[in-house]
């Protein structure tokens, strides 16, 4: 009584209520428990109804395809956070808020997980294990730790720690960890070495608005509050302040007492760079992405610059041919002409002197033929450099004194805040790894989470550490210092980068260049300043999978 005649109590659908926060974990019993569901009748809009409104659409293909993959067996290894790595991770991944709003990471993710959780598939990583994985100057938002060791010890930092590990970053004490540590949770110099590598430096800082990533970080500022939108007195005040702390960062550089620190504006991000880092003996700045408005404003102020990136391309282009030029003469394909003109270049359209059409007059056609402009003609003849804008290709490069004249150029720059839109009048995001005038002591966000997963034969706990905001260079390098010993010299990474810092990999410098190695007082470890020495080697891509397995480091890129 009280009931409708035709309510019943389908227990399948209960059960698959109860099971859906688990159901990625066991794909074959929520096959199982959605076939019973499905027999339960619906109303033809019943899907469209318990689809989660939260969710992203672009994400919600792609997880239905994922769900039915069988779980990856164990590895030889014998890790057992090897294997369930993926299947404890997702869910983790999707209560994150910020995959709706950088699909490109989202993307590189998921495609990620697909190629570890196949039992066929085995990470590219580098030919041999190494003591030092190489120099990464990408900027990451987030990085996931994982081992069958549990993370307890970076839990509840007491007082006294937590003050100590900012005095050790303030002071830059150089911690020495032993190989390993039997009980890390007792450790205080273990966890006070963590708390350290955890602290960055930010101009400006507004606790309510997220200053990085500032590219494509309008739908995240969208409806918070800007005092300064309005107010171009404020807005003065916010950029004089700003030019403070911009030239303060610059000059601790010049006098290598800050190895680096990057400039995050809305249109474009700089890195600078002191002498003696990326295996070059000047101080460089670079900047990604750029445009061709952007490049010829510079080469209006006297800046010279090169793109290593585009100069790379077009270098292995030139080659390429060439080769394939001396392979067809060798083979006897080509001619003789062809062999003797090998080393020159085949002549273009594009290199037209001054728009000159006197072919025409010859034809007599010059009065029936509509010729371009000169604007058209000069957008042709920089067809190849307008094609590169806003991606990786368009890195530039300035070394030397150029950087200070770069200085100049960008405290100047119109373009370097935005005029509309919720970033309008907010100045660029300053990111250090020392302290600077008018910077804010900023602590990268840390938790841990543990579970189980699923591996062959049964389950395994799987503990994870998770460090989210502007994971800077040093940091993550502090940071495997750190989770070395702690965790036995075996973990894995996840390391998802802001995707325009990755251009910042390109070498910087000619490899034959002599380096200074005297920036001892920059307030980093030395372990970790003898990596960010080194040459780059990465080009444009970035770490994204870094694995520790007896004290020996593999990565994929």
């Not at 950087?403 to 970033?423: D, Y």
Request: glycine share 6%; net charge positive; aromatic share 6%.
């Amino acid at each position: 009584p009280g009931h409708s005649p035709g309510f019943k109590k389908p227990p399948a659908l209960l059960r698959l209520k109860r099971k859906r926060p688990g159901r990625r974990s066991d794909p074959a019993a929520a096959t199982a428990a959605g076939a019973a569901a499905a027999s339960v009748p619906r109303g033809p809009s019943a899907a469209a109804r318990r689809r989660n409104p939260f969710s992203s659409l672009d994400n919600a293909p792609q997880r239905a395809a994922a769900a039915p993959q069988p779980p990856a067996a164990a590895p030889a290894g014998g890790d057992p956070s090897a294997a369930p790595f993926w299947q404890f991770l997702e869910p983790a991944c999707e209560e994150k808020p910020s995959r709706r709003e950088e699909p490109a990471e989202s993307s590189d993710i998921l495609a990620l997980s697909q190629d570890l959780h196949s039992p066929l598939a085995a990470p590219k990583a580098s030919s041999s294990p190494r003591q030092e994985f190489p120099a990464d100057w990408s900027i990451k938002t987030r990085v996931l730790f994982m081992s069958s060791q549990p993370f307890t010890w970076a839990e509840h930092l007491k007082a006294q720690e937590e003050a100590q590990g900012f005095a050790q970053h303030c002071r830059a004490t150089e911690t020495t960890l032993p190989r390993s540590v039997q009980e890390p949770r007792l450790c205080t110099e273990l966890r006070c070495a963590f708390q350290q590598s955890l602290v960055y430096w930010q101009h400006p800082s507004l606790p309510w608005l997220p200053l990085f990533p500032r590219l494509g970080a309008d739908r995240r500022m969208a409806g918070k509050a800007c005092p300064w939108a309005q107010d171009e007195a404020l807005q003065q005040v916010l950029m004089s302040e700003w030019s403070v702390s911009f030239t303060s960062l610059y000059n601790l550089l010049r006098a290598r007492l800050c190895p680096y620190f990057y400039v995050c504006a809305a249109q474009f991000s700089v890195l600078f760079r002191a002498a003696g880092l990326a295996g070059s003996a000047v101080p460089t700045a670079a900047i990604a992405p750029t445009t061709r408005g952007l490049r010829q404003a510079m080469r209006s102020e006297g800046i010279e610059f090169s793109l290593p990136l585009l100069e790379e391309r077009t270098t292995r282009k030139r080659k390429s041919s060439e080769e394939s030029l001396e392979a067809k003469g060798a083979d006897g394909l080509g001619g003789g002409s062809g062999v003797e003109d090998a080393g020159e270049p085949a002549p273009s359209d594009d290199d037209d002197d001054d728009g000159s059409f006197s072919w025409l007059e010859e034809m007599g056609v010059q009065d029936k033929v509509k010729k371009p402009d000169a604007i058209s003609i000069q957008l042709r003849k920089e067809k190849t450099e307008v094609q590169v804008d806003h991606r990786p290709e368009s890195l530039v490069l300035v070394r030397g004194s150029n950087t200070f004249t770069l200085l100049n150029f960008l405290i100047s720059c119109r373009s370097l805040v935005a005029v509309a839109g919720p970033q309008a009048g907010l100045p660029p995001t300053l990111l250090s790894p020392v302290a600077f005038r008018g910077g804010t002591m900023q602590t990268l966000k840390a938790r841990t989470v543990s579970g189980r997963a699923r591996v062959q034969g049964g389950f395994e706990d799987v503990f994870s550490l998770e460090v989210l905001g502007p994971v800077l260079p040093h940091a993550l390098h502090a940071l495997t210092l750190v989770l070395g010993p702690a965790q036995r010299g075996a973990f894995r990474a996840l390391l998802s980068p802001h995707e325009p810092s990755a251009a910042f990999n390109a070498g910087p410098a000619p490899p034959q260049e002599d380096v200074p190695q005297d920036l001892p007082a920059c307030g980093l470890h030395p372990k970790t300043l003898h990596q960010l020495s080194q040459r780059p080697t990465l080009g444009k891509s970035s770490i994204r999978l870094l694995e520790m397995k007896d004290y020996a480091y593999t990565w994929k890129a």
